[in-house]
T-cell receptor, first 109, second 114 residues
Framework: GQNIDQPTEMTATEGAIVQINCTYQ??????LFWYQQHAGEAPTFLSYNVLDGLEEKGRFSSFLSRSKGYSYLLLKELQMKDSASYLC??????????WGAGTKLIIKP | IAGITQAPTSQILAAGRRMTLRCTQD?????MYWYRQDLGLGLRLIHY???????GKGEVPDGYSVSRANTDDFPLTLASAVPSQTSVYFC?????????????FGPGTRLTVL
C-alpha cells in the first residue's frame, strides 16, 4: 500500500530552527511536495523536490533522499506566523498526490 | 475573480439530499481536483480532471460524481448525501496533471450531513 508518515505535532520556540520529517512508501515517485496550511484555511505550496538534495528558499529548506524514502522540511528563524500544519505529499506513478496527515507546528514565544 | 473559488463556504445538509459543490478557476489551468480533508487523515483525492471533457476517479470516489464541461468549472455532486460525507472539501487546480506543477487550492467548503 501507499503510506506517508510524518509526526502529528511538534513544538518549537520563536527564533529557533525546526525540522519536520516525512517518510514515504508509494507506487512510483514523481516528486515530493511540502504545503503549509493555517487553521481553517487552504493549503499553500512551499516546495517541490524530485532529485536528491537540499532546496533552499528563504527561511525554508526541503531535503530529499529517494533511496531512503525520506524528506524533511527545515524552518529557520521561526516566527509566530509559522504556526500551522505542514503537509507532505508524494506524486505517485500516475502523478496523483498521496498526502500525509500533516504535522501541526506550535510556536511558543 | 482571481485564483480559485468555491461555493458554498459551508452547508448543513439532511441525509439523502442531493448537493452540488461549485468550483471555478480563472488561471486557465488544465487539471482540476476535488479532495476531502478529515481530522487525522491526509487529503484524499475524490475525482480529478486532467483537461476539459475528461474526468477520473481518485482514492475515494464512491458517492460522488463530477463533470468538466469547460476549463474553468469543476462541480462535485453528492447524489444522496450520507453522514460519512461530512468533511471539508477542497477544490484545486494545476497547470497540468503531470510533473512538479504546484496545485492551487480554493478556500474549501465545510459540509455537515445530518
Amino acid at each position: 500500500g501507499q503510506n506517508i508518515d510524518q509526526p502529528t505535532e511538534m513544538t518549537a520556540t520563536e527564533g529557533a530552527i525546526v525540522q519536520i520529517n516525512c517518510t514515504y512508501q508509494t507506487s512510483g515517485f514523481n516528486g515530493l511536495f511540502w504545503y503549509q496550511q493555517h487553521a481553517g484555511e487552504a493549503p499553500t505550496f512551499l516546495s517541490y523536490n524530485v532529485l536528491d538534495g537540499l532546496e533552499e528558499k528563504g527561511r525554508f529548506s526541503s531535503f530529499l533522499s529517494r533511496s531512503k524514502g525520506y524528506s524533511y522540511l527545515l524552518l529557520k528563524e521561526l516566527q509566530m506566523k509559522d504556526s500551522a500544519s505542514y503537509l507532505c505529499a508524494v506524486a505517485d506513478s500516475n502523478y496523483q498526490l498521496i498526502w500525509g496527515a500533516g504535522t501541526k507546528l506550535i510556536i511558543k514565544p | 475573480i482571481a485564483g480559485i473559488t468555491q461555493a458554498p463556504t459551508s452547508q448543513i445538509l439532511a441525509a439523502g439530499r442531493r448537493m452540488t459543490l461549485r468550483c471555478t478557476q480563472d488561471m486557465r489551468h488544465n487539471a482540476m481536483y476535488w479532495y476531502r480533508q478529515d481530522l487525522g487523515l491526509g487529503l484524499r483525492l475524490i475525482h480529478y480532471s486532467n483537461t476539459a471533457g475528461t474526468t477520473g476517479k481518485g482514492e475515494v470516489p464512491d458517492g460522488y460524481s463530477v463533470s468538466r464541461a469547460n476549463t474553468d468549472d469543476f462541480p462535485l455532486t453528492l447524489a444522496s448525501a450520507v453522514p460519512s460525507q461530512t468533511s471539508v472539501y477542497f477544490c484545486a487546480s494545476s497547470d497540468s496533471g503531470l510533473g512538479g506543477d504546484e496545485q492551487f487550492f480554493g478556500p474549501g467548503t465545510r459540509l455537515t450531513v445530518l
